[in-house]
Each structure stands twice: as structure tokens, then as C-alpha cells.
T-cell receptor, first 111, second 112 residues
Framework: QKEVEQNSGPLSVPEGAIASLNCTYSDRGSQSFFWYRQYSGKSPELIMSIYSNGDKEDGRFTAQLNKASQYVSLLIRDSQPSDSATYLCAVNTGNNRKLIWGLGTSLAVNP | SAVISQKPSRDICQRGTSLTIQCQVDSQVTMMFWYRQQPGQSLTLIATANQGSEATYESGFVIDKFPISRPNLTFSTLTVSNMSPEDSSIYLC?????????FGPGTRLTVT
């Protein structure tokens, strides 16, 4: 059974701090990794994708991938109250292009 | 990224009836996916819909209950048949573009 695990939270950080979200996956053959943000009552929104080991930065967001340790993380710098949402980790194992989803981590950024 | 619309955005239906949800994309895409999301839960894939072939259903989902059409590269429908209160959920379509999945706004279904 291929699995993606996330800490459900809630993760609470003060405004301006760095929020660190983590995700582990079980299938060592996984090839593509995605972070989605989902506001309450809205659909998931893709914020980062990463395919190779290392860091990928996009504005205040940095995705980090370590295939040897089978984890992917998302760092949010200078966290804002508008970042308060559930963050979903999704992994593509390469079979049928389906994504395996984590249960999500709830993030609360406190003003 | 693709722009995706879904209709209806929400509906309240009586048990035993059926509802068809439409998903329209502003560009041609090969792969479309239908998901269900229960309140406070993560996403559950119902089926993958490729144009020109039968939809591929995930374990626990069957064609008689969730028939899917994919008549062209920009459109798909999901029907929820013979509904029961357990079918109350948010239904989401997504499309794959450049190996990334993008979601429509969702359809909130309540079955009474």
C-alpha cells in the first residue's frame, strides 16, 4: 500500500515566522512531488512541484526533496495570516499518473 | 495552468435521484480525474477519465454508481446515481497539464 503521511497539526506559527511542513512517502520509486494549499470551502491550489533532490524556491515558498530519506518538505518564509490553510502533500509514483495524497496539515498563522 | 469550471457549484438532492456534474476546461487535456472530498478529509480519487476510452475506477467505486463520460478533450461529466445521504460530499474534477494537476472549484452535494 503506497502511503503519504503528514502531521495533521494544527501547526501554529506567529506572523513573520518560518512555517515548516513535512511529508513522508512509502514508495521509493516515486518521481514527482507536489504541495497544494486548500482554504476552507475551496478547492486545492497547486503551489509547488518538485522532481529532483534539493531545494526549489518560489517567492516565499521553498520545497525540499530528499529521495534517499523519502521525505519532502515545504517552508513558508515570512508567514502571513493569509497563509492559514490546509497544506496537502501529493506524490506521483509514475503509475497511471495518479496522485497519492496525504491527509493534510492545518497551518494557522497568528497575527 | 488550465482554467476549469464545474456545474453546478452546489445542489441539494433527494435520496434515490441522480445528479450529473459537468467539468469544462479551457484547453485540450488528455487526462481528467474525478475526486470526492468528505468534510475535513483529504481527497479520494473516484476515477481517471481519458478521452476515447472507458474511465478507470478506483477500488470502492463502480461505473453503475458513478458513470463518467468524456466526449472530447475539454469536457467530462460525472453522474452520482441513486443517491443516498452517504454521497453527500464535495466532488472535484482535475486535469493534468504539463504533469501537474489542477482542480476545478468543486460541486458541493447534499443528499437529504
Amino acid at each position: 500500500q503506497k502511503e503519504v503521511e503528514q502531521n495533521s497539526g494544527p501547526l501554529s506559527v506567529p506572523e513573520g515566522a518560518i512555517a515548516s511542513l513535512n511529508c513522508t512517502y512509502s514508495d521509493r520509486g516515486s518521481q514527482s512531488f507536489f504541495w497544494y494549499r486548500q482554504y476552507s470551502g475551496k478547492s486545492p491550489e497547486l503551489i509547488m512541484s518538485i522532481y529532483s533532490n534539493g531545494d526549489k524556491e518560489d517567492g516565499r515558498f521553498t520545497a525540499q526533496l530528499n529521495k534517499a530519506s523519502q521525505y519532502v518538505s515545504l517552508l513558508i518564509r515570512d508567514s502571513q495570516p493569509s497563509d492559514s490553510a490546509t497544506y496537502l502533500c501529493a506524490v506521483n509514483t509514475g503509475n497511471n499518473r495518479k496522485l497519492i495524497w496525504g491527509l493534510g496539515t492545518s497551518l494557522a498563522v497568528n497575527p | 495552468s488550465a482554467v476549469i469550471s464545474q456545474k453546478p457549484s452546489r445542489d441539494i438532492c433527494q435520496r434515490g435521484t441522480s445528479l450529473t456534474i459537468q467539468c469544462q476546461v479551457d484547453s485540450q487535456v488528455t487526462m481528467m480525474f474525478w475526486y470526492r472530498q468528505q468534510p475535513g478529509q483529504s481527497l479520494t480519487l473516484i476515477a481517471t477519465a481519458n478521452q476515447g476510452s472507458e474511465a478507470t475506477y478506483e477500488s470502492g467505486f463502480v461505473i453503475d454508481k458513478f458513470p463518467i463520460s468524456r466526449p472530447n478533450l475539454t469536457f467530462s461529466t460525472l453522474t452520482v446515481s441513486n443517491m443516498s445521504p452517504e454521497d453527500s460530499s464535495i466532488y472535484l474534477c482535475s486535469v493534468e497539464s504539463a504533469y501537474e494537476q489542477y482542480f476545478g472549484p468543486g460541486t458541493r452535494l447534499t443528499v437529504t
